[in-house]
C-alpha cells in the first residue's frame, strides 16, 4: 500500500512516499541516494546493508520502510559529524581494517551498535557479534583490533 513515510535520517527529517512493504535498503539507495547501504545477499545473513535503528543494528535489506515511521535511522553519511570521523571510521582506517570496502559501512555500523551497548566489549564479545557480518577480503583480525581500539576512544559509547 502507497503511503507517507516520516523519519529521521542521519539527524534530519526524512520523508517518503512508497509502497510501506519496500524494503529500508532500497528506499535508502534509491530515494536518498545512500549507496553506502550496499545490496549483498537479499536475506538479512552478510551485513552489507546493516544501518542503525534506534541505536540497533538492521538489516535494511529485511525491514520494510513501514517499520521505520516516527524513527532514527543512521547510515555511515550520518556518522561523521562535522567533517569529522567518527572514532570507529578513524580506527578502521589506522588499522586498515577493509580492502575492497563493500562490506565496511555495514561493519562499521554493527560496531557502532555494539559499543553503544557495551562499551567495553571483549575481544570474545566481539567476534561473537561481528560474527554475522561477512567479509570476503580477510580483514576480520583488523576489523576486530579497530573495535577495540574505537572502544578505548569513544570512553563508554560516547563521542
Known amino acids: 500500500m502507497q503511503r507517507t513515510i516520516s523519519f529521521t535520517l542521519n539527524g534530519k527529517p526524512a520523508r517518503v512516499t512508497v509502497d510501506d512493504q519496500r524494503t529500508l535498503l532500497w528506499v535508502l539507495r534509491g530515494d536518498f541516494g545512500l549507496t553506502s547501504v550496499k545490496f549483498g545477499c537479499g536475506a538479512a545473513l552478510c551485513g552489507a546493508c546493516t544501518v542503525i ?13 513501514k517499520d521505520v515511521a516516527g524513527k532514527r535511522v543512521l547510515t555511515i553519511e550520518g556518522l561523521s559529524q562535522d567533517r569529522e570521523l567518527h572514532p570507529i571510521q578513524d580506527a578502521f582506517l589506522k588499522r586498515h581494517a577493509f580492502q575492497c570496502g563493500f562490506c565496511t559501512p555495514g561493519m562499521i555500523l554493527s560496531a557502532y551498535a555494539l559499543l553503544l551497548k557495551t562499551p567495553r566489549p571483549a575481544r570474545a564479545e566481539i567476534i561473537r557479534h561481528m560474527d554475522d557480518n561477512l567479509c570476503r577480503c ?13 572502544a578505548g576512544s569513544m570512553k563508554g559509547g560516547a563521542r
Not at 535503528?53 to 520502510?65: F, G, L, Q
Not at 580477510?138 to 574505537?150: C, F, P, T, W
Open 53 to 65: 535503528v534506534e541505536k540497533a543494528a538492521v538489516r535494511s535489506c529485511a525491514t520494510p520502510i
Open 138 to 150: 580477510g580483514s576480520h583480525v583488523r576489523i576486530v583490533e579497530a573495535i577495540q581500539e574505537a
